[in-house]
């Protein structure tokens, strides 16, 4: 059973829109990682956190922007989404020191 | 930074054959090296890890090897079965900080 969640699994959203997709883990993870999957298949890191109140630019520009208020929750939110957001987003979680990566089971954006 | 490349890109093997993804990083610092599967749909899950003090780890079909000097380290699936069929990612990592993922390897098994 997945201890990390992702909400909503699929979007369509018009052009302009103000959108916020969610992500939550259970597991006391403190660190949390955005990644936009192209068809391609390749990971490419947005964003990520190392914990409350921390969150930094990945490898990939994104026009997302990302918070951490709390711990188990970390938002990626578009202000205004176009068909280039288009994309697979997964949601990813670990743990200082010891262990590799839980992902969840991504949103699949598509803005028309 | 790390950068780790992955072949090859895709993989079709009979049932029953063995599969072979390879992976290479440039990074002497990374010590810990995941292995991932992605079926159609989901998140990638882990499947198999190994830490740069051990050369090779098993777990029933799926073994990894790792060779530290060569900056390289293989996936391994013996007897494979359609619902191996996934795409494949490796990863390398320094400490447990930031993954750097390699490019993913789509695995197709024919029944």
């Known amino acids: 059973e997945a201890d990390i969640y992702q909400t909503p699994r699929y979007l369509v959203i018009g052009t302009g829109k103000k959108i916020t997709l969610e992500c939550s883990q259970t597991?006391?993870?403190?660190?949390m990682y955005w990644y936009q999957q192209d068809p391609g298949m390749e990971l490419h890191l947005i964003h990520y956190?190392?914990?409350?109140?921390?969150?930094e630019k990945g490898d990939l520009s994104s026009e997302s922007t990302v918070s951490r208020i709390r711990t188990e929750h970390f938002p990626l939110t578009l202000e205004s989404a176009r068909p280039s957001h288009t994309s697979q987003y997964l949601c990813?979680?670990?743990?200082?020191?010891?262990?590799?990566?839980?992902f969840g089971s991504g949103t699949r954006l598509t803005v028309v | 930074g790390e950068n780790v490349e992955q072949h090859p890109s895709t993989l079709s093997v009979q049932e029953g054959d063995s599969a072979v993804i390879k992976c290479t990083y440039s990074?002497?610092?990374?010590?810990?090296f995941p292995w991932y599967k992605q079926e159609l749909g989901k998140g990638p899950q882990l499947i198999i890890d190994?830490?740069?003090?051990?050369g090779e780890k098993k777990d029933q079909r799926i073994a990894v090897t790792l060779n530290k000097t060569a900056k390289h380290f293989s996936l391994h699936i013996t007897e494979t079965q359609p619902e191996d069929s996934a795409v494949y990612f490796c990863?390398?990592?320094?400490?447990?900080?930031?993954?750097?993922f390699g490019s993913g390897t789509k695995l197709n098994v024919k029944p």
């Open positions: 990813a979680s670990s743990l200082t020191g010891r262990s590799g990566y839980t």
């Open positions: 597991m006391g993870h403190d660190k």
């Open positions: 956190s190392y914990g409350v109140n921390s969150t």
């Open positions: 990074d002497s610092a990374s010590n810990y």
């Open positions: 190994i830490r740069s003090n051990v």
């Open positions: 990863a390398a990592s320094g400490n447990f900080n930031k993954f750097y």
